[in-house]
């Protein structure tokens, strides 16, 4: 019994020594700062997939990095909040094929609907900050988890693509059919329709590999779609969702 | 152990990979057309001028000259006989409709399931005299419908009239949906004229543009003796047009029919999408007419740099075999109307000597002249096609020409031998 006690202090002693050793390393302050630089991979995609698009034939990374550092405060010996700033460069280049997609396209004041058939190529790249305030939680001496909003503002944005092997139906499915080849595909470019900012959730693990080094990996799932609600040409919300991975340094 | 910690890291990084494996189960159809639509006949020569009249439609391509496919912007389908023909039995209707999509024959109000291959009362017996019947086909998905009606009807005689066939621009009116002018020729006694041009397809780059801002245009005064004429302008056709590289869209104006639905698809679709000439029973021997032409300041090439050269007008007339030697249709279209090989009259403006001062209407005199000698016989069984075409830029076809380059057309005959 004395023993059972014993061992279970000096389990408890030593879980405390860890808790410390690989706790923020700024004993007197709970502070510190997190420099991360890692890798992105993600898409700007619809959510649930729609039944309208029938396969993805292409798809690849561009661009996908992102630089930044957060400020942390621990309150607790397992609650914090952790405040940051990170730059992101990402994008991807995606061919799908399409059934009976709804979309319409506004240029000059001038306009073009219908449900395209086809295939549809998209590239989009966006560099910009994003703005993460998260609480943290240290499941472990070497784990945190941290969760919390985000909101990002994009200082350069692309999102253009062609349509071609298909056609439109003009209006609606009952429409002229409007036909379009691979080697004439109709091109657009919707950059100028980005919002300039979208929020969302960011879901963030850290490992603690050594007492300064950390390895980090986490999501970015953003809420609000990269289009204006009133931007009908593409007809669902298009969310942003980029997972990353990298090294950490703590101060 | 530690590969172990961080796997769910990679995890996370691959299930947002993978969203883009969750393809939904397909959806339903939601398209509901008449794709291919025919008459079985036992002896069709008696009957029609052509076997390939018994199909409805346009033939799919060039190189597939027996496959006809039903034009989706077509709701009403209808078999022309020879002049003198009469249909009173009832005849076999084939009808292929959008895979999924059901077929309705409406009778007394009400839509019955159509089996395709039943015989249907589609009796014609002279002008304005024949039965017709309608359709309701529904998408698989249930949620779209279209109406069509379908009909034998019998053309009127062939007849030349003694001063030519005058051609007056002036029964004109605005499409339904008050878009576009469309022309028609007013006298339901005489071969009717089918006017088209490429008005629908400038509506799709330019949906913003008033009927008076399209490249073909009803002018209601002014015309040579003092009414109403045809005006044809070289027009820029926007951001649509550059992202299709189709950067202007020349007035035009000819005999035969505009299929939209290729109007856009590149420059072979934007040639094949012109289809010229309709049977015609009378040998045209000259076209004569009147014109006023101005070229607009700056010609370019397809991609819209300026070109060295200025912008003329065309104006041509052609008489072709419609037949090839299997007995296929044969349409000539913007590839091959002044190159083909069917080509037996041909008429057309001499551009070195195109009046450009825009200033006066100025007359015009084509005779065609004949490669081949055609016989009265097959003229009469409808074996050639005549097309006329107007042009406010040669090389519209090739969107190459000057916008603002203006053609007025007026007070045309067609004069014919018989």
């Known amino acids: ?251 | 152990m530690k590969f172990y910690k961080t796997f769910p890291l990679f995890a996370l990084a691959l299930a947002t990979l993978t969203l883009h494996g969750c393809i939904a189960d397909e959806p339903a159809n939601a398209e509901c057309d008449i794709e291919r639509c025919w008459i079985h006949l036992d002896q069709p020569e008696t009957i029609f001028y052509h076997d390939y009249d018994t199909l409805a439609g346009e033939p799919v391509s060039v190189d597939r000259p027996a496959d006809k496919i039903v034009p989706t912007s077509l709701d009403s389908i209808v078999f022309t006989t020879r002049w003198n023909a009469t249909v009173s039995q009832p005849v076999p209707l084939y009808i292929e409709v959008t895979p999924g999509a059901k077929l309705y024959i409406i009778e007394n109000g009400r839509e019955v399931p159509f089996t395709s291959g039943t015989a249907v009362d589609l009796h014609a017996t002279a002008i304005d005299e024949h039965a017709e019947q309608h359709f309701v086909v529904r998408s698989e998905d249930g949620k779209w419908n279209r109406h069509y009606r379908i009909s034998i009807q019998v053309p009127p005689m062939p007849s030349y009239p003694p001063e030519g066939f005058e051609l007056k621009f002036d029964s004109y009116a605005l499409n339904s949906a008050g878009q576009y002018y469309v022309w028609t020729e007013s006298n339901p006694f005489l071969t009717e004229i089918q006017w088209a041009n490429g008005n629908p397809g400038f509506r799709m780059s330019k949906s913003s543009a008033k009927p008076e801002e399209y490249p073909t245009v009803a002018v209601d005064e002014g015309g040579v003796d003092g009414g109403p004429y045809l005006k044809l302008t070289t027009r820029d056709t926007g951001g649509f047009g550059r992202m299709v590289n189709m950067r202007i869209a020349a007035g035009n104006h000819f005999i035969g029919s505009f299929d939209v639905g290729q109007a856009l698809n590149g420059q072979a679709g934007a040639l094949a999408a012109t289809r010229f000439g309709q049977p015609f029973a009378h040998k045209p021997i000259r076209l004569r007419g009147f014109y006023r032409f101005k070229p607009g300041p700056t010609k370019q090439d397809r991609q819209g740099n300026p070109m060295d050269e200025a912008d003329v007008c065309d104006i041509y007339c052609v008489f072709y075999r419609n037949t090839d030697a299997a007995g296929n249709q044969v349409q000539l279209d913007g590839a091959n109307i002044l190159t083909s090989e069917n080509i037996v009259g041909l008429a057309r403006l001499n551009h070195d000597e195109v009046d450009t001062s825009g200033q006066t209407w100025v007359p015009f005199d084509l005779p065609l002249v004949y490669t081949t000698e055609v016989t009265e016989a097959d003229v009469k069984e409808n074996h050639y096609s005549m097309t006329m075409c107007f042009s406010s830029s040669i090389d519209g076809a090739y969107f190459r020409g000057a916008v603002d380059s203006e053609l007025h057309i007026d007070n045309v005959t067609l004069e014919c031998e018989y």
């Not at chain 1, 784990?143 to 999102?159: C, D, E, M, R």
């Open chain 1, 1 to 251: 019994m004395c023993v059972a006690l014993m061992a279970s202090a000096t389990a408890a002693a030593q879980t405390e020594d860890k808790y410390e050793l690989w706790g923020p390393t700024s004993r007197d302050t709970q502070s510190g700062v997190i420099i991360r630089a890692g890798y992105v991979i993600g898409g700007t995609t619809p959510l649930p997939l729609p039944a309208e698009i029938r396969s993805i034939n292409e798809f690849k990374p561009l661009g996908g990095i992102t630089l930044g550092a957060d400020a942390y405060h621990m309150f607790s010996r397992h609650w914090g909040l952790q405040l940051g700033w990170h730059f992101f460069y990402e994008g991807f280049h995606t061919g799908a094929d399409v059934k009976n997609y709804r979309m319409g396209i506004t240029k000059d004041g001038n306009y073009l609907e219908g449900n395209f058939t086809g295939t549809d190529i998209t590239d989009t790249k966006m560099f910009g900050a994003t703005i993460p305030l998260t609480a943290t939680y240290r499941i472990s001496p070497r784990w945190n988890v941290s969760a919390g909003p985000f909101v990002s503002i994009l200082y350069h944005k692309t999102f253009e693509g062609e349509v071609y092997d298909g056609y439109l139906r003009e209006g609606d499915p009952t429409g002229q059919k409007v036909e379009m080849t691979r080697d004439n595909p109709a091109t657009y470019d919707f950059s100028d329709n980005m919002l300039n900012c979208y929020w969302g959730l960011q879901l963030l693990f850290d490992w603690k590999a050594m007492r300064h080094m950390n390895v980090f990996g986490g999501v970015d799932w953003a809420c609000s779609g990269v289009f204006p609600g009133d931007f009908e040409t593409v007809e669902f919300k298009m969310f942003p969702i980029y997972a990353k991975l990298g090294l950490a340094y703590r101060y």
